[in-house]
């Protein structure tokens, strides 16, 4: 078991660094001067190598990225090009708006999906069954950045019931756990929960539907025991793949979404993304899909060491 | 089962209508809040970034210049106005030394007083890089912006000295952009400009409260300003960046804001449905192709620069653009004090093309192939793709083939500042640019002046005629205002006359307002005045 914990964690190490060389190598390779967003237009060619110097873009690529990766396992990712403001206080700070938005989903998200899945499952080959998987696989299927327009067209400019735009009525600095920040979140989180929420659902579904076929549960039907006893001898069988699923959908919301994040003008990490990108702000860029990408590898992790508590024969491995 | 099941989600769902039923923001009355296009809260230490915009909303707002741009009229081009300084001049004998009288009994918003070394210290802050208040950030902004500038001194508390690098009567045009902010208050936040951002202190309108980066930032009035008439009505003003145009027309529609910076053309309709007044004024801006004169191009000929710029159906073009253009008559816009009276009339005239296109001698079977380079968004460029289809229509409808290359805004401003003859350019005879027209340097002399010529400058099409440098070099020599106007005129009609550029467009900058929003004149320039503006509920 101790074995499993340490591998798991050993594993994180070169994957964490290829992601560190990968994010450094994706933002160098594409196209684009970081200085034009910071420059104006017409700034000579010698005030742009002055600035180029000043940055370090002058110098080769290797000891750039041994430079920076240096810094950054000091916990320093540099300063953004476009604002000059610490890269790793920009990021945390997006971080924590995006964790309120993806915890959020996930509550809707996850609870929705699980029931959804368990009644489809439960119900299978029935109307009710059709109903559900039509939904889950609309979920899927729906682009999700149309999603949040047409919920604001009719929620916020029709009805006009909730905020369209931001993270509270005195911005994410000041969000608070009550109704009138609460409002700003519902139309974002509604529109990020329905992927997971049509993922999770159509999987749970799938899962139930083969455990309720499987010998044991003739057996314990057979012994006498009731529907509910049943179905928590079914829930115990579900769980495992559902928390891979539900871990991986986590690491997901988690990541925030450049679109929808864009739309509802979510100051969270897929919003800064969306920035750094328009303005080759390369720091910033680098900084945030490096502590994303780490966020995804950590999830995974979790996951990984939470798996063999609810399964036990992954421990028996 | 299902009916339990339905009964929890119906109670679940009680909390979610108690949110939506709760009122959309309630704000004191007199707030202004606007969703800039800006994706972050401009600079807010003195030089702004963001361009334009940054200047207009966190520059002339928290600052003054020495001299400032005229905002006060809708009907007629700014023109500047004395700001910090209440006048100035060149000396006689020698031309490249200014003096200027500064303001009197002005404070910056920290209580310390504005005075001519507050103005070195302000200009050291851009130029001198030992100086310990020299900030990288705003000098990257500023440097530029004031090329002239060779030496200066304060000669007493009211009086300062600016010497140029040769005779440049554009001096105070090249100062309106330069802000002062308030040394005393560098001091007091511990010499850090990171501070500074959160506290700035300038001379100006308005006073920053509040700010959030990439999210708000609050301004309020400043009651002490030194133009009485110029003192804010609002209690408060709201700036948010909301980059992504259909987020800004939802926050707009949905009451989030009262204003929104560039509507997409296409939702203009809409929002006047609604009731939301949308106002624009001719802007100092314009969208033109500009043509590369090195060897062996097609626009080298005169006749065929006249027949393009007679094959473009400007009125039509404003049709696809939902009214929101101000057709070219040349390089300027026509309300321009500086367009002249150029022979050559632009318009749409498609035989007269063909005729000068057969003069210079092509035809339906020698037609002109050209190629042209174009950006799919970009800032300034309204709607490049379907404005250069539209003109790649009209030019073959009069014997003119185009080629699109097709490359990514970023990097069409580094081949712009490469130049036609760079590998960059792709070959291409034309860079559909447009461009920021305010000044006499801006508006005529960095597009052609020969010792401009990319990249060590912007003159990106090569052009070089010496006639034409006599002429930028009279504007830099012509110290007596109105004298300059004069030759800005003559300078502006050879630019036509001879057809320099494809000459398509100007932008109107347009805005939607809510009804609620009073008193607010677009002066005819790129930054506004928002004292005025009054909030009526």
Request: hydrophobic letters at 45%.
């Amino acid at each position: 078991m101790l074995t499993y914990f340490i591998q798991r964690l050993v594993y994180v190490v070169p994957v964490a660094l290829g992601v560190s060389v990968f994010c450094f190598l994706l933002v160098h390779i594409a196209p684009g001067d970081p200085l034009t967003a910071v420059m104006p237009i017409d700034a000579t060619a010698e005030q742009q190598a002055a600035m180029r110097a000043a940055y370090g873009f002058d110098k080769p690529l290797p000891v750039q990225f041994l430079v920076w990766l240096g810094n950054a396992l000091a916990g320093d990712l540099g300063n953004s090009i476009a604002t000059g403001r610490p890269v790793a206080g920009e990021v945390m700070r997006a971080v924590g708006n995006t964790l309120i938005l993806a915890f959020a989903a996930s509550l809707i998200g996850f609870s929705l999906g699980i029931l959804f899945g368990f009644i489809a499952g439960y119900f299978k080959d029935t109307p009710i069954d059709r109903a559900v998987t039509a939904l889950s696989i609309t979920g899927v299927s729906v682009p999700n950045y149309w999603l949040g327009i047409v919920l604001v067209v009719i929620f916020s400019v029709m009805l006009g019931w909730l905020p369209s735009t931001g993270a509270g009525p005195g911005g994410s600095s000041a969000w608070r756990w009550d109704v009138e920040h609460l409002r700003f979140i519902v139309l974002p989180a509604v529109t990020l929960s329905v992927v997971p929420m049509g993922i999770v659902a159509r999987t749970v579904r799938a899962l139930v539907g083969d455990v309720l076929s499987q010998d044991f549960v003739t057996a314990l039907a057979a012994k006498g025991m009731g529907r509910a006893g049943i179905l928590r001898h079914v829930m115990r069988n579900v769980a495992p793949t559902t928390l891979s699923v539900v871990g991986l959908q986590l690491g997901y919301l988690l990541g925030g979404s450049i679109l929808i994040e864009t739309v509802f003008n979510w100051p969270g990490t897929g919003f800064l993304l969306s920035n750094a990108i328009f303005q080759r702000d390369l720091p910033l860029l680098q900084g945030t899909i490096l502590v994303l990408a780490l966020f995804f590898v950590f999830v995974n992790l979790l996951v990984d060491l939470v798996q063999p508590l609810v399964d036990p024969r992954i421990k028996r491995t | 089962m299902i009916w339990k099941f339905l009964r929890g989600a119906a109670l679940a769902a009680l909390p979610a209508a108690a949110i939506a039923a709760a009122p959309v923001d309630a704000f004191a009355a007199g707030t202004l809040r606007i969703g800039m296009t800006a994706s972050d809260i401009p600079l807010t230490t003195g030089q702004t970034d963001q361009g334009g915009e940054g200047m207009r909303f966190m520059g002339y707002t928290l600052y003054d210049a020495l001299v400032n741009w005229d905002l006060g009229s809708a009907e007629k081009p700014s023109v500047l106005t004395p700001g910090l300084a209440v006048e100035w001049g060149v000396d006689e004998a020698d031309k490249t030394k200014w003096t200027f009288k500064l303001r009197e009994g002005v404070t910056f918003h920290d209580g310390s007083a504005f005075n001519a070394e507050a103005v070195v210290w302000n200009l050291d802050k851009l130029l001198k890089e030992d100086s310990e208040q020299y900030d990288p950030r705003q000098a990257a902004q500023g440097k530029s912006r004031i090329p002239a500038v060779s030496s200066y001194k304060a000669v007493d508390d009211l009086t300062l000295e600016i010497v140029t690098r040769e005779p440049d009567a554009t001096l105070p045009y090249q100062l309106a952009w330069i802000m002062m902010s308030s040394p005393a208050n560098w001091e007091t936040q511990g010499k850090d400009w990171e501070k500074v951002a959160s506290s700035p202190s300038g001379t100006g309108p308005w006073k920053l409260d509040s700010f959030v980066p990439r999210e708000r930032a609050e301004l309020v009035p400043n009651p002490d300003y030194w133009d009485g008439t110029r003192v804010p009505k609002l209690d408060r003003l709201v700036l948010l960046p909301l980059p992504e145009p259909n987020a800004r027309s939802a926050a707009l529609m949905s009451g989030q804001v009262d204003w929104i910076e560039a509507p997409a053309p296409d939702l203009v309709p809409a929002l006047e449905g609604n009731g939301f007044q949308i106002v624009s004024n001719t802007l100092p801006h314009n969208w033109t192709w500009h043509l590369s004169r090195l060897e062996g191009s097609p626009w080298n000929d005169l006749n065929v620069r006249k027949a393009a710029n007679l094959a473009i159906d400007r009125e039509s073009m404003k049709q696809l653009l939902g009214g929101l253009m101000v057709p070219a008559k040349g390089f300027l816009p026509p309300s321009s004090q500086w367009f002249g009276k150029p022979e050559f009339d632009v318009r749409y005239d498609p035989e007269e093309a063909k005729r000068l296109l057969t003069e210079a001698g092509h035809g339906p079977d020698n037609r002109l192939k050209v190629k042209a380079l174009i950006s799919p968004s970009g800032s300034g460029q309204m709607l490049p793709l379907p404005m250069n289809e539209f003109i790649q229509q009209n030019l073959a409808e009069v014997g003119i083939d185009v080629e699109f290359e097709v490359v990514e805004w970023n990097t069409m401003i580094n081949i712009w500042r490469a130049g036609a003859e760079s590998e960059n350019a792709l070959g291409t005879q034309s860079i559909n640019f447009s461009y920021f027209i305010q000044d006499p340097f801006t508006g005529l002399i960095r597009h052609l002046s020969c010792d401009l010529i990319a990249p060590n400058g912007t003159n990106w099409g090569h052009y070089c005629d010496p006639e034409m440098d006599a002429l930028f070099k009279e504007i830099r020599n012509t110290f007596d205002p109105e004298a300059q106007d004069e030759v800005m005129r003559r300078t502006h009609e050879k630019y036509v006359n001879e057809a320099l550029f494809l000459m398509v467009t100007h932008d109107v900058a347009p805005r939607a307002l809510s009804p609620k929003v009073k008193g607010f004149v677009q002066a005819q320039n790129w930054f506004q005045d928002f004292a005025p503006i009054t909030i009526e509920e």
